[in-house]
């Protein structure tokens, strides 16, 4: 699996780039839980057989999450998050959600352990392997989606196998097999590659001058971001807001 510093990198990407005007250290820290709550079925390997990548990689909870959202937001007579949380809850529970797919899922969907998508309905890992590449002789060469006389083909999902042929080994299961081994050699992956220390500094810093602008916005009486999608406030009767909670 993805070291988890690398998907909580990912979330804070995320948090930064969607949060708009809620951002703010809460939201972020809620954001970057979401991205990293999968990892936390290595956990639950020591007691269920083959969930590391599986109990929470399935999509049932994200897909269930967001249509309960979506109904409780656009569909009811009367948003119950709205009302207690304001246009900021709204936006920040679709980017949790957001985080908890692309960088929970996501980075293992495509890493090299795949992901239990259909667990326990259809009990097969999965992983997306593919290139882009650009060759003098042969052109632009994708094996991402196959194209054919017959239409666009599926993403090229292999198939690692199975949660009783395919353990995980974790910090917290390092053999990926029921049962606490106390005396089992245990390696916390932090950073795998040079490519994900790229990512885990990139979310940082990313952060920090997210976090570094707002602060001086605030020391500048200027509030949240003003660049920030509007949203709506309950508290202002449903009305557009500018973010800030004013209604226009």
């Known amino acids: 699996m993805a070291p988890t510093l690398v998907a909580a990198a990912v979330g804070a990407v995320l948090a ?17 839980a979401a991205a990293v709550a999968p ?27 967001a249509g309960a959202l979506y109904w409780d937001t656009a569909v009811g007579d009367r948003s119950r998050l709205r009302t207690r949380f304001g246009w900021r809850g709204v936006r920040l529970a679709w980017v949790a959600i ?23 309905i259809h009990d097969a890992y999965y992983r997306i392997d593919g290139r882009l590449v650009f060759s003098t002789q042969e052109g632009i060469v994708q094996t991402f989606v196959a194209l054919g006389a017959d ?3 599926l993403l090229p999902l292999q198939s690692p196998g199975t949660t ?5 080994p974790t910090f917290v299961n390092p053999d990926g097999r029921p049962g606490l081994d106390l005396g089992a ?3 916390l992956s932090l950073v795998r590659s040079g490519w994900q220390l790229v990512v885990v500094a990139a979310g940082a810093a990313l952060i920090a ?22 949203g709506t406030d309950a508290e202002t009767g449903g009305a557009e807001t500018d973010g800030t909670g004013v209604a226009r």
Do not use: C, K, M, Q
Not at 42 to 62: C, D, E, K, R
Not at 164 to 168: G, R
Not at 209 to 230: I, K, Q, Y
């Open 209 to 230: 001058v997210r976090a570094a602008r707002l602060r001086r916005l605030r020391e500048l009486g200027g509030g949240d971001d003003p660049t920030a999608e509007t």
């Open 16 to 32: 930064a780039a969607l949060l708009g005007a809620a951002f703010d250290r809460r939201a972020v820290a809620v954001v970057i």
């Open 98 to 120: 957001a985080a908890f797919l692309v960088a929970g899922v996501g980075t293992d969907l495509f890493g090299s352990e795949g992901a239990n998508l259909l667990y326990p």
């Open 185 to 187: 050699d245990r390696e």
């Open 151 to 153: 239409g666009p083909g």
């Open 164 to 168: 009783a042929t395919h353990a995980i």
């Open 39 to 65: 990892d936390l079925d290595a956990v639950a390997s020591l007691v269920v057989p083959g969930a590391t990548n599986a109990l929470l990689h399935a999509l049932w909870l994200p897909l269930f999450a």
